[in-house]
């Protein structure tokens, strides 16, 4: 199974950017990638996906502000987050669209106020 390894978060703060970076051990060529988050207490939740053709998509919280991106030579998968509030403060994974891989550590991202 492919195995995922997200990198990237830190402490920023709000108004500051970050961008992070997934490593899959195997290819990635024909799959429908996203970036997921879950906040403490809150449900894990899709913030942006990517077609196999890089046709992306995003979630009305962060619309506008990140931008999610891949590289299937290098089978890298990224988000970049511009303008960051506090509300986006959450452990980041990548992972498949269909099809759930093992989920990796997750990367934290902590916006302060």
């Known amino acids: 199974q492919v195995q995922l390894v997200e990198s990237g978060g830190g402490l920023v703060q709000a108004g500051g950017s970050l961008r992070l970076s997934c490593a899959a051990s195997?290819?990635?060529?024909?799959?429908?990638m996203g970036w997921y988050r879950q906040a403490p207490g809150k449900q894990r939740e899709l913030v942006a996906g990517?077609?196999?053709?890089?046709?992306?998509n995003y979630a009305d919280s962060v619309k506008g502000r990140f931008t999610i991106s891949r590289d299937n030579a290098k089978k890298a998968v990224y988000l970049q987050m511009n303008s960051l509030k506090p509300e986006d403060t959450a452990v980041y994974y990548c992972?498949?669209?269909?099809?759930?891989?093992?989920w990796g550590q997750g990367t934290q991202v902590t916006v302060s106020s």
């Open positions: 990517i077609s196999h053709d890089g046709i992306s």
């Open positions: 195997g290819t990635i060529f024909r799959i429908a």
């Open positions: 992972n498949a669209l269909n099809n759930i891989a093992p």
